[in-house]
């Protein structure tokens, strides 16, 4: 049988590493490379492989965000590669999800294989899926909080937003609308989950339907009735509601680096 | 819209706003034993005097007695002068003739004053009125300003002894202090240095390489060496050339260029003239794994680091610069410093107090660029 095989890692010395390695099984074909997450977001759900070699550290999204926007079915068999990363580590012994730490030992190598390709022909997706749902839950539960990306998909196209890229955001019944540099996109979810998931980014709610990123504050100033103006950099005003006085004033005290107010 | 961000690299607070060196009791008591002795003086070199007149007990004490009270009470405001006015006790042409100047009005001051109480007591004892300032108390200011000066010179000196110890004292605490940040700041870079992640990745490229080139595998190898040579030497050295960080930095991008191949682009420029400047040794390291952290390892596109020196004016400058995704607030970055930026600004404020500066140029998604400038030192090996 022919196993179809996608390698996905951002450095070419490392993809090369594992493509040499395959090049002792016939049966394996590797049907592509990718760069970062995603390119190997896309490639998987467009080209549906048997088996993906996926590193954890890429830039755009890492290995665990990749499979969390996966929808294609079956998923793919996934052996994940990692230079170093005592977190992925631990959860990958506590989920007996095959790893191979790099540099990639041949004889690891082959042990993982062997394994992977017993379950690929007996086909046994389903028990490989669990675990890696328990896996990737255990990753969501405790997501480091330095790195918050949003995936939208629409129509096709893929996009990463990173949380710091978030100028503003306002909410729109069951959907709130990220402002960013790239445009503005609709993001199925609710304001208040939205204000506890970027709790540990700088974000201040300034309205009911109103979520600032302070990285991109330009000034703000104080205009009357309780209510504040903000300008962003990016030149766009928003005024505060008046119920949220307080939670500003918190901000901006211990904010001082808006030196305007 | 392009945010500048500047840190002071302030100068460590040396100056504490007392008043006075010690408390103002022992300047009285101190003022009273003078006094003492000066009676003391004066009676003996009555008794042993072929004299006419009896000893005047009361004026002699309430004549010395009040000249060294009135020092005691301008004491305070001297040492606060001294203290507060760092040109007051620079030792230069300025300030001893600012001294001599002050001394003498000082020491005017101080006459008439002691002449004024003299007055006093004269008329409450004698019942005359002498005028304060008729010819007669001219005279007699006259007669005792040079040794008012004289006092005046002494205290001064006294006080500069006071304010040299306490400096010298409070510097000691501040080398203590300073060496344990300085540590501190070092090992953080170090640690930063020998990143496993780094490490790893390294060790993989040098295998998938060996598969294409040996050659090149080793050229990877001794690169690594190089910068694991140098990181051991770090711990001796504490200062080093440009050359031997420029060198170092080099090792260290050619083996990143090395692990992401067509992603990362280098630009190094150094001015010949600044190669033999010292630096502190791993200063930029840090700097410039943050760029390639955050212009390359982020986002997917093509990486570019460039690093210049030169010297301006008498300092030299250093510019690290990517074309990563910058950062909308500059300030943010000084207030919120990550453990790479922490241990460089340490290491400045340290080793360089207020004479180093470093500011950020960054704004959204148009790279980020840190300028240090440090006196210009040239290292002589």
Redesign the interface.
């Known amino acids: 049988m022919n196993i179809r095989a996608l390698i996905v890692d951002?450095?070419?010395?490392?993809r090369?590493?594992v493509a040499?390695l395959l090049s002792t099984y016939p049966e394996i074909r590797v049907i592509g490379e990718c760069?970062?997450g995603?390119?190997a977001l896309e490639a998987i759900e467009s080209q549906v492989p048997d088996l993906v070699f996926l590193d954890i550290?890429m830039?755009?999204l890492n290995g665990f965000e990749v499979l969390q926007q996966l929808s294609v079915n079956p998923r793919p068999f996934i052996i994940f590669t990692t230079?170093?990363?005592q977190y992925a580590l631990k959860a990958f012994e506590h989920h007996a999800v095959d790893y191979l730490?790099?540099?990639?030992e041949r004889e690891r190598f082959t042990t993982a294989l062997e394994k992977v390709l017993l379950q690929i022909k007996g086909r046994h997706a389903d028990k490989f899926n669990d675990k890696l749902k328990d896996l990737l839950g255990e990753y969501e539960s405790s997501v480091s909080p330095d790195r918050k990306n949003f995936v939208i998909k629409d129509r096709g196209t893929v996009n990463v937003i990173h949380a710091?890229?978030i100028f503003w955001l306002a909410s729109e019944g069951n959907y709130v609308t990220l402002h960013t540099?790239k445009g503005d996109f609709l993001y199925r979810s609710a304001m208040t989950a939205m204000e506890n998931e970027l709790q540990t980014h700088?974000f201040v709610r300034i309205h009911r339907s109103i979520l600032v990123?302070?990285?991109?504050?330009?000034r703000s100033q104080y205009l009357h009735n309780e209510t504040f103006k903000f300008v962003l950099?990016n030149q766009t005003s928003l005024i505060s509601g008046r119920s949220y006085k307080e939670n500003i004033q918190g901000f901006l005290q211990s904010a001082?680096?808006i030196k305007q107010f | 819209?392009s945010h500048l961000s500047y840190y002071k690299i302030r100068r460590m607070n040396t100056m504490n706003n007392r008043w006075l060196p010690i408390r103002f009791i022992w300047i009285i008591a101190s003022a009273f034993l003078l006094s003492f002795i000066f009676i003391l003086n004066a009676y003996i070199n009555h008794s042993y005097t072929p004299n006419q007149e009896a000893f005047d007990w009361y004026f002699e004490i309430m004549l010395v007695v009040t000249n060294y009270l009135l020092w005691a009470f301008l004491f305070p405001l001297l040492y606060r002068f001294i203290v507060t006015n760092k040109f007051a006790w620079q030792l230069s042409f300025r300030t001893i003739l600012m001294h001599i100047l002050l001394g003498l009005l000082i020491a005017v001051f101080h006459r008439y004053a002691s002449l004024a109480f003299y007055i006093g007591m004269t008329w409450s004892l004698k019942g005359y009125l002498l005028d304060l300032f008729g010819i007669h108390s001219a005279n007699m200011v006259i007669r005792g300003v040079i040794s008012s000066m004289l006092q005046y010179w002494i205290i001064i000196g006294v006080l500069w002894g006071f304010e040299y110890y306490r400096q010298k004292r409070q510097q000691e605490l501040l080398l203590i202090k300073t060496n344990q940040e300085l540590a501190d700041a070092q090992l953080n870079a170090l640690k930063m240095q020998l990143h496993?992640?780094f490490?790893?990745?390294t060790?993989?490229?040098?295998?998938?390489?060996m598969?294409?080139s040996v050659e090149e595998a080793q050229d990877i190898v001794a690169k690594l060496a190089r910068l694991m040579r140098a990181l051991l030497d770090s711990e001796k050295q504490q200062v080093i050339t440009l050359r031997q960080e420029i060198d170092y930095i080099r090792a260290y991008l050619d083996l990143e260029q090395?692990?992401?191949?067509?992603?990362l682009l280098v630009k190094i420029e150094v001015d010949d003239a600044v190669l033999n400047a010292g630096i502190p040794n791993l200063l930029l390291q840090p700097l410039v794994e943050n760029s390639i952290k955050h212009g390359?390892?982020?986002?997917?596109k093509q990486g570019a680091i460039e690093i210049y020196a030169e010297m301006i004016q008498k300092d030299l400058v250093i510019k690290i610069k990517d074309n990563g995704?910058g950062?909308?607030?500059a300030?943010?970055v000084f207030?919120n410093p990550g453990i790479g930026i922490k241990s460089v600004l340490t290491r400045l404020k340290v080793i360089y107090q207020s004479t180093a500066t470093i500011h950020i140029e960054s704004?959204?998604?148009a790279g980020f660029c840190v300028i240090i400038k440090i006196p210009y030192k040239p290292l002589s090996l």
């Open positions: 951002d450095e070419p010395p490392a090369a590493r040499k760069r970062n995603l390119e550290q830039p755009e230079a170093f990363d730490l790099k540099p990639i710091d890229d540099a700088q990123n302070t990285l991109h504050i330009g950099n001082n680096y | 819209m496993p992640h490490f790893f990745n060790l993989n490229t040098i295998s998938s390489v598969d294409r090395a692990r992401f191949s067509d992603r390359l390892s982020s986002q997917a995704k950062v909308a607030n300030d943010y207030q704004s959204y998604q």
